[in-house]
C-alpha cells in the first residue's frame, strides 16, 4: 500500500509522559514509556471529537507498542507539570499561582473534559467524592458550574445557596470553624465569600482542597482560567494580543485576575477603559509593569475597540458601592458595548463579558458572531470539570 502524505497528530497520556507523535500510514511500530491506553486525535493540527481506547498496540516492559501500518515522523514531550500523579497545586485561591506550562496543561484537560462532556454523559471519574459549595453572595453561573461540572463526572454536591444569612455564619460563626465543619462532610470545597482574602483565610484552615469561586473585590482565579482558556479557543493565540477591560475594574475580581493570567504571555497589550470612580487599582498597573506588560488608559472604548482582539465588559458593580449610589449613576451607562463598537471591531475579534450582564452589552450584540460571552460561560464547565478531576485524582 502506498504511504499518504497526509499526517496526524496523536497525544499519549500517561502518568509519567505524554508525547505528541507525527504519524504517517507506512508499517513500523513505535514504542512509549507510558502506561495510558488512551488518545487525542488531531487531523491538520485541530482538534476532532475523537477520544477513545487506542485499537492497536501492546503493553511491552512497562512501554505501549503501537503498530499499527504507522510511522513515528517526530516527539515531542508534553508540559513537565504533568510528569508524575499529583497535581501540583493543593488549592486554588488566585491567579498568581499558575505559570504559562500549568495554564496549558490545565487547558489539555479542559479539552479532555469537553469530550467526556460531549460524549461520555454517565462519567463516573468521580464517584464516590463529595463537593460542597459554600456560597456567602449570590451566584447563578458559577455555583451551577461547579455542582454541574461535578456531577457530569459522577460525583455528587453539598450546597448551601447564601451562607451568609442561611448558615451559622449568621449565628456568628468564624470562617475558620465553618470550614472545620464542612470538610468533615466533603472532599473538596467551593467558596465565594465577600470579604477578599476569605479563601487564603479558608486554604490556612482546611485540610481538603479549597477553589475560590470569588472572594469580595479580590479574585476569581476559575473565571480567569476559562476566559483565558476562551481567548486561546477564540482568537487562536494568547501571545501578541490586545485586551480591552472595560468597565468596573477598580471593583471588578474578574478583571483583576485576568490581568495576572494575561502577564503570563508575550507581547501582550492590555487597554484599560472605565469610569473614573471604578479605575484599575494601582496594583495591578505596578505588576503588569514589572511583568513588562504594556497597559495604558483610554477614555474612548470605540478607539480600543478597533485595536483589540478582545473587548472584555463588565457591569458596574452596585454592591461594591454601599451607601453611595450617587457613585454609582455617575459610572453605570458610560460605556457600552454596541453596534457602533461592533462596526470598528475586527472581524476576528471577540466581545466577552462574565456576566450577568445589565445593558452594558445591548441585546442586538448577541447574534453578532463576535459575541463569545455564552461560549465563554460554556468553556467554564469544562475548566471547572478539569480542575475537580486535578484536585482530586491528579493528572
Known amino acids: 500500500m502506498a504511504s499518504s502524505s497526509a499526517f496526524s497528530t496523536y497525544t499519549l497520556h500517561g502518568s509519567k509522559l505524554a508525547s505528541r507523535i507525527m504519524l504517517s500510514n507506512s508499517f513500523n511500530e513505535y514504542t512509549c514509556n507510558c502506561s495510558s ?35 513515528c515522523m517526530e516527539v515531542e514531550s508534553a508540559p513537565s507539570v504533568m510528569v508524575g500523579n499529583k ?26 473534559m469537553e469530550l467526556i ?6 462519567s463516573q471519574l468521580l464517584k464516590g467524592y463529595l463537593m460542597a459549595t459554600l456560597f456567602y453572595e449570590p451566584s447563578t453561573r458559577t455555583r451551577l458550574s461547579f455542582e454541574s461540572a461535578m456531577k457530569r463526572l459522577g460525583g455528587e454536591v453539598l450546597t448551601t445557596e447564601n451562607a451568609r444569612e442561611f ?3 449568621a449565628k456568628g460563626e468564624t470562617l475558620e470553624d465553618t470550614i472545620r465543619t464542612v470538610e ?50 477564540e482568537i487562536g493565540k494568547l501571545d501578541g494580543i490586545k485586551v480591552g477591560l472595560v468597565g468596573d475594574l477598580a471593583y471588578g475580581r474578574t478583571v483583576r485576575s485576568l490581568a495576572y493570567l494575561l502577564a503570563k504571555y508575550q ?15 494601582d496594583d495591578i498597573k505596578d505588576y503588569l509593569t514589572s511583568m513588562g506588560v504594556e497597559w495604558e488608559e483610554s477614555a474612548d472604548l470605540v478607539d480600543v475597540a478597533s485595536r483589540c ?43 466577552m463579558h462574565p456576566l450577568p450582564r445589565l445593558d452594558e452589552i445591548t441585546v442586538d450584540v448577541d447574534k453578532d458572531p463576535r459575541a463569545a ?14 480542575l475537580l478531576k486535578l484536585l482530586l485524582l491528579g493528572w
Open 167 to 169: 448558615s451559622s455564619a
Open 373 to 386: 460571552y455564552f461560549r465563554q460561560v460554556k468553556n467554564g464547565l469544562y475548566i471547572r470539570m478539569a
Open 87 to 112: 497535581f501540583l497545586l493543593d488549592d486554588v485561591i488566585e491567579a498568581q499561582q499558575f505559570d504559562r506550562e500549568t495554564l496549558n496543561a490545565i487547558f489539555e484537560v479542559a479539552h479532555e
Open 267 to 281: 507581547d501582550v497589550k492590555i487597554y484599560f477603559v472605565s469610569p473614573d470612580v471604578v479605575r484599575m487599582k
Open 37 to 71: 491506553l488512551y488518545f487525542r486525535q488531531s487531523l491538520c493540527g485541530k482538534s476532532s471529537s475523537l477520544s477513545a481506547k487506542i485499537p492497536f498496540g501492546r503493553l511491552q516492559n512497562g512501554g505501549l507498542v503501537l503498530k499499527n501500518r504507522f510511522k
Open 184 to 233: 468533615g462532610y466533603s472532599d473538596i470545597i467551593v467558596m465565594r465569600h465577600f470579604e477578599s482574602g476569605a479563601a487564603k483565610r479558608a486554604a490556612a484552615t482546611a485540610s481538603i482542597p479549597i477553589i475560590n469561586a470569588g472572594d469580595g473585590p479580590g479574585q476569581h482565579p476559575t473565571q480567569a482560567l476559562l476566559d483565558v482558556y476562551t481567548i486561546e479557543r
Open 309 to 351: 482582539d478582545v473587548v472584555y465588559q463588565t457591569r458596574i458593580q452596585r454592591e461594591r458601592f454601599g451607601e453611595r449610589i450617587d457613585l454609582y449613576e455617575e459610572a453605570r451607562g458610560k460605556y457600552i458595548v454596541n453596534q457602533d463598537v461592533l462596526h470598528v471591531m475586527q472581524k476576528h475579534a471577540v466581545v
Open 117 to 122: 462532556e460531549k460524549n461520555s454523559p454517565g
